[in-house]
C-alpha cells in the first residue's frame, strides 16, 4: 500500500523549487521547537526536518553537533520532543520529518517510535544510519501501517544498483547529499555537483530528489534546483538563529 501524507502531496501540488529547512529539537531553548516551526512555515518554507539530538552524530558538522550538544544539556530527548509536538497540527500544516541516529530510536523502541511520530502529526523519518537491509527486512511494514515516509540518503559514491533499490523502498524523496563530508562543510558547490545531480537525474527515478550538505545561499539553491525538486538547508539556518537573523530573513536570503 504506498504511503500518502502531506509529503507526498507536496511534491505532486509543488513539484519544483521547494525548500526544507532542519533545526535542531530543543535549541536555541528546549521549547522553542513549535515556535521555531511556526515561524519557517509562516516564511514560506515548503516542509521542516526536526533533528532530535544524540550525543554522538557522526555525520554533523561542528555546528549542528554544538546545537545538539546544548539541546540534550537543556533536557530535550525523545519524551520530551513527543510531549512537546502532540499538538503541533493545531498550528502548522506543512510536512514534518523528524530526523535523527538510530540509537536513540532503538532504546525508545521502534515501532513505538514510529507510532509515537505518527500520532503527533509526523509524515516521514529520516534516519542515516538505518541500514537498508534492516528497514526491507523489519521495518518497512511498520511505517506503512503509520504511514511515514523513510527516507534515505545518497552521496556521489553511491552506486547505481544501490540508488535503484532505494528508489524502490522510497515513498517520498531520496535526500541526495552534495558530498560525502559532513554537514556545514562546504560553502561552495563544486562543478563535480552539478555533474553528479545530472547523472541521478538521467537515471529517471520515480521519486523526487531533494539535495542537503553545503546549501547556504541562494546561489546553491538556485544550482541545486536546476537538476532536483529543491534543496535541504540545516548548518545555515543553526548559524543564522546563533547570529540573531530572523527567520523571514533567513529565508528571503535562500530564495532571493
Known amino acids: 500500500?504506498?504511503?500518502?501524507?502531506?509529503?507526498?502531496?507536496?511534491f505532486q501540488h509543488h513539484p519544483k523549487k521547494l525548500l526544507s529547512v532542519y533545526f535542531t529539537a530543543g535549541y536555541p531553548t528546549l521549547n522553542s521547537v513549535v515556535e521555531t516551526a511556526e515561524e519557517l512555515q509562516d516564511s514560506g518554507v515548503d516542509f521542516l526536518e526536526i533533528g532530535f539530538?544524540?550525543?554522538?552524530?557522526?555525520a554533523d558538522g561542528p555546528?549542528?553537533?554544538?546545537?545538539?550538544?546544548?539541546?540534550?544539556?537543556?533536557?530535550?530527548?525523545?519524551?520530551v520532543l513527543f510531549n512537546q509536538i502532540q499538538d503541533i497540527r493545531k498550528t502548522v500544516h506543512i510536512p514534518l520529518l523528524l530526523m535523527g541516529y538510530i540509537n536513540p530510536v532503538l532504546q525508545y523502541g521502534m515501532e513505538r517510535f514510529i507510532q509515537s511520530a505518527s500520532e503527533s502529526g509526523i509524515d516521514g523519518l529520516i534516519l542515516p544510519d538505518l541500514p537498508m537491509n534492516e528497514y526491507e527486512g523489519l521495518y518497512k511494514t511498520h511505517?506503512?501501517?503509520?504511514?511515514?515516509?523513510?527516507?534515505?540518503l545518497v552521496t556521489p559514491q553511491s552506486s547505481e544498483?544501490?540508488?535503484?533499490?532505494?528508489?524502490?523502498?522510497?515513498?517520498?524523496?531520496?535526500?541526495?547529499?552534495?558530498?560525502?563530508?559532513?554537514?556545514?562543510?562546504?560553502?561552495?558547490?563544486?562543478?563535480?555537483?552539478?555533474?553528479?545531480?545530472?547523472?541521478?537525474?538521467?537515471?529517471?527515478?520515480?521519486n523526487p530528489l531533494m539535495v542537503g550538505f553545503g546549501i547556504s545561499n541562494s546561489k546553491a539553491f538556485?544550482?541545486?534546483?536546476?537538476?532536483?525538486?529543491?534543496?535541504?538547508?540545516?548548518?545555515?539556518?543553526?548559524?543564522?538563529?546563533?547570529e540573531g537573523v530572523s527567520v523571514p530573513e533567513f529565508v528571503k536570503g535562500i530564495r532571493s
Not at 539530538?53 to 557522526?58: G, M, R, T
Not at 554544538?66 to 540534550?72: E, H, L, T, V, Y
Not at 534546483?225 to 538563529?241: D, L
Open 161 to 206: 544498483e544501490r540508488i535503484r533499490k532505494i528508489d524502490e523502498l522510497t515513498e517520498g524523496f531520496i535526500y541526495l547529499l552534495s558530498s560525502s563530508s559532513t554537514t556545514g562543510q562546504t560553502s561552495d558547490l563544486k562543478n563535480s555537483t552539478s555533474d553528479y545531480l545530472k547523472r541521478i537525474q538521467d537515471m529517471g527515478l520515480r
Open 53 to 58: 539530538p544524540y550525543s554522538d552524530p557522526l
Open 1 to 10: 500500500m504506498p504511503v500518502q501524507n502531506r509529503l507526498t502531496q507536496v
Open 222 to 242: 538556485e544550482l541545486v534546483c536546476e537538476f532536483t525538486s529543491g534543496a535541504i538547508v540545516g548548518t545555515a539556518f543553526i548559524r543564522a538563529q546563533n
Open 143 to 152: 511505517f506503512e501501517k503509520y504511514n511515514l515516509s523513510n527516507i534515505f
Open 63 to 79: 555546528v549542528i553537533q554544538k546545537s545538539g550538544q546544548q539541546a540534550i544539556k537543556n533536557g530535550m530527548n525523545l519524551e
